[in-house]
């Protein structure tokens, strides 16, 4: 009898110890699935709260609803409150802005994962961290490219039409992380290049900023530090690597390191003093294709950059704070550049392709290579710009920016300037056709009043990005977008005012 109570007890210790296991293995809904079902937004959330429930150092909080009324969760790392301690470096991870793109999302709750399991608990001596693992919900559920209103939400970063990216820069706004990456996936199996003959095959992309108006002083260390200690990082991972490039295929069109437009991810928060980066990963030919190398890959880019950062904390904060000072505190008449082009340098660029007859690497080497983005048209940065109070439609748009206003105290310090739009021409933007008017300028000092207009001064963090935003020639400009064409009409003012000394 007492052997049989032994031998009972002894299988029910075995049996806890092997629950207690089973239990405290952490696993995404991906993983629960064993890699056959992409996580939806219920599970994710769900698997958000139980890891923010079990470790001290997550916190998730919900940062905005989707019109379809999903949650968009972020999740704080730190070991205090996320941004208290002034000696870490903010960081901020998003992905899935696209809903198609779902290894970003994997990836990023992979990381989440290993932050739980307290594997990555060194990095938040430095390093704060937040992220934001789904962008667009209603898209991802969906598996579609755009959100549950339609919109394409990485050409959404200027107006902030759509709730997910005015939750992303609210969210932005209120911390000011120094480090920003945008995590996407790229799909390399379109007609025009498999009817070339060979596939971009990198696991992952990365890009730095690209925008002539971004820091100089970013864009540098970008390119001359990072790019070559993640190329280092991935490679040891056993994955590849290529710095981010569009277009192509390399016999049909211009291949260029992605557009120096302001309204994605990247670049709007580059524009205002952050290191910033694009990651893209290689996309399946369905989603689903695949997706635990993808995800691991995504995951292996994420913990590359917090570990570069761990490594360069200092200098980052430092390049960061230098950069925001010129930007909040810099001089007016600095050359901002509101018409761009891309170009060659010279450089020839050799591309490793998947050749999709053999289906083995085939290097090419890309003739129409343009590196370089130059400025077509620049303007001189104002003292600021004067907006119509009574213009709802900018009202609400500097509101989603949280731009700063300012009276203007002394009228006669200031000279100000009107446009009147003679012409509308066109000119090519990457392609794409937007208008270019001509104008002439007209001092209105005695014709206005100033109590009907909102002073935005261009001494503030988002300066130059007003700059580029208001101007009627820009051709990243708020006039180019649906729902604003009215503020540029022929034989009419332009409604928005510069103001020059
Ligand atoms: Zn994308």
């Known amino acids: 009898m007492k052997t049989l109570l032994n031998t009972v007890a002894l299988y029910l210790v075995v049996l806890l110890t092997f629950l207690t296991a089973a239990c405290s293995q952490i696993q995404t809904p991906l993983e629960k699935s064993n890699f056959t079902e992409l996580s939806n937004n219920k599970d994710m959330c769900s698997f958000l709260d139980e890891v923010s429930a079990n470790k001290g150092e997550l916190k998730t909080a919900i ?19 996320y941004g208290t301690d002034t000696s870490k470096v903010k960081v901020l991870l998003f992905a899935q802005q696209h809903g198609n793109e779902q290894s970003g999302k994997e990836g990023a709750l992979f990381l989440i994962k290993e932050i739980a399991e ?41 107006i902030l039409t759509a709730p997910e990216t005015a939750a992303l820069h609210k969210l932005f706004d209120l911390y000011l992380p120094e480090v920003t990456m945008d995590v996407h996936e790229y799909y390399p199996y379109s007609e025009s290049w498999t009817n070339f003959g060979a596939i971009k095959n990198f696991d992952e992309q990365f890009g730095s900023l690209t925008n002539p108006n971004t820091s100089q002083a970013i864009r540098e260390f970008s390119k ?43 670049q709007s928060f580059g524009s205002f003093g952050s290191f910033s980066l694009i990651m893209e990963g290689k996309n399946g030919v369905e989603s689903i294709d695949g997706i635990a190398r993808r995800a691991e ?7 590359g950059l917090l570990q570069f950062v761990y490594e ?22 600095d050359p901002v550049a509101i018409q761009m082009e891309h170009i060659a340098n010279g450089d020839e660029l050799s591309l490793t392709l998947l050749s999709t007859q053999t289906n083995k690497d085939t290097v090419v080497t890309v003739k129409d290579y343009r590196p370089v983005v130059n400025s077509l048209y620049d303007v001189k940065k104002p003292l600021g710009y004067l907006i119509p109070k009574n213009d709802m439609v900018l009202a609400a748009w500097t509101k989603r920016h949280n731009l700063k206003s300012a009276d203007i105290e002394k009228e006669e310090d200031y000279k100000l300037i009107q446009y009147f739009i003679t012409g509308i021409d066109s000119i090519d933007f990457e392609g794409d056709i937007v208008i270019n008017p001509s104008l002439e300028e007209r001092n209105v000092n005695e014709k206005i009043n100033l109590s009907e207009y909102l002073f935005l001064p261009t001494r503030q963090l988002k300066g130059t990005f007003i700059t580029q935003a208001l101007e009627p020639k820009s051709m990243i400009g708020l006039a180019t977008y649906k729902g604003y064409e009215y503020l540029v009409r022929q034989n009419e003012l332009y409604p928005i005012l510069r103001v020059g000394k």
Request: proline letters at 5%; charged letters at 30%; hydrophobic letters at 35%.
């Open 63 to 81: 940062i905005g609803r989707t019109t379809e009324g999903r949650d968009i969760p972020a999740v704080f790392v730190s070991t205090d409150e």
């Open 118 to 158: 307290g594997k990555l608990d060194y990095l938040l001596d430095k390093i704060d961290l937040l992220i934001v693992p789904q962008v667009n919900p209603d898209g991802a559920d969906a598996d579609k490219r755009r959100n549950g209103m339609d919109l394409d939400l990485n050409r959404n970063h200027l």
């Open 224 to 266: 001359k530090s990072f790019l070559p200690f993640i190329q280092k990082y991935m490679n040891e991972r056993d994955f590849t690597f290529q710095e981010y490039i569009i277009g192509g295929p390399p016999t049909v069109e211009r291949i260029r390191h992605s557009t120096f437009d302001i309204n994605d991810g990247r």
């Open 297 to 303: 890959g995504q995951c292996a880019g994420m913990k």
């Open 312 to 333: 360069n904390s200092e200098a980052i904060k430092k390049m960061v704070a230098d950069e925001r000072s010129k930007l909040i505190n810099g001089e007016s008449d």
